[in-house]
Nanobody, 121 residues
Framework: VQLQASGGGLVQAGGSLRLSCTDS????????MGWFRQAPGKEREFVAT??????SSIYADSVKGRFSISRNNAKVYLQMNSLVPEDTAVYYC?????????????????WGQGTLVTVSS
């Protein structure tokens, strides 16, 4: 399995970014997918997850109403709006062990390499 995250960058507070995660070998189409993030000096934290068919999703309280997760074929997206400096982190996409993901990092088997998002104030 190869997951490739992209779309990170530098953005001003209030701006938007769209992250993409590509499942280049189309091997996790039946798995739930998730996005996590890790800020410097902090533990990796849950951001959002979407079920294998895209019918259900869960968000961390800190991003609810600002971020939106979606999937289409071999790609998973994280649309991030109204960004704040606290959103600065390396963002990782991950494939769950089952059809539905969760908030628990231990429920994810495959991880992408991460993409850096920096939000300036």
């Amino acid at each position: 399995v190869q997951l490739q995250a992209s779309g990170g960058g530098l953005v001003q507070a209030g701006g938007s970014l769209r992250l993409s995660c590509t499942d280049s070998r189309r091997t996790v189409s039946n798995n739930g997918m998730g996005w996590f993030r890790q800020a410097p000096g902090k533990e990796r934290e849950f951001v959002a997850t979407i079920s294998w068919r895209g019918g259900s999703s869960i968000y961390a309280d800190s991003v609810k109403g600002r971020f939106s997760i979606s999937r289409n074929n071999a790609k998973v997206y994280l649309q991030m709006n109204s960004l704040v400096p606290e959103d600065t982190a390396v963002y990782y996409c991950a494939a769950a062990r089952a059809a539905y993901g969760s908030r628990d990092v231990r429920d994810y088997r495959y991880w992408g390499q991460g993409t850096l998002v920096t939000v300036s104030s």
